[in-house]
Nanobody, 123 residues
Framework: QMQLVESGGGLVQAGGSLRLSCAAS????????VGWFRQRPGKERECVVG????????YYTDSVKGRFTISRDNAEDTVYLQMNSLKPEDTAVYYC????????????????WGQGTQVTVSS
């Protein structure tokens, strides 16, 4: 089993920044691709960003390109999501998830999930 713990969420004004962290334990983290997903009220879960095992491949959904940056430190078993220029529409519960397979936007392919962290952006 792998445990994922997110942290770094909170309340921020529009235009502000937050950095989310996803700390892993229990498995060889470097063998897993990681995605950050969000669940907005009344919306389906969506993949926001993703990163491959070696960080050579990243994915960003269009709405966050140029504002969010994903990175990982395999030595620390941690993935980070730097979120800048936040907008009210970024308000959601953010989850990190890990998959043994290839990085994908498909949430069903992810085996392990964190408990989520709330991000609220006020206008």
């Amino acid at each position: 089993q792998m445990q994922l713990v997110e942290s770094g969420g909170g309340l921020v004004q529009a235009g502000g920044s937050l950095r989310l962290s996803c700390a892993a334990s229990g498995r060889t983290f470097s063998s897993y691709a990681v995605g950050w997903f969000r669940q907005r009220p009344g919306k389906e879960r969506e993949c926001v960003v993703g990163i491959s095992t070696s960080s050579s491949i990243t994915y960003y959904t269009d709405s966050v390109k140029g504002r969010f940056t994903i990175s990982r430190d395999n030595a620390e078993d941690t993935v980070y999501l730097q979120m800048n220029s936040l907008k009210p529409e970024d308000t959601a519960v953010y989850y990190c998830a890990a998959t043994r397979g290839i990085m994908t936007r498909n949430w069903a392919a992810y085996n392990y999930w964190g408990q989520g962290t709330q991000v609220t952006v006020s206008s």
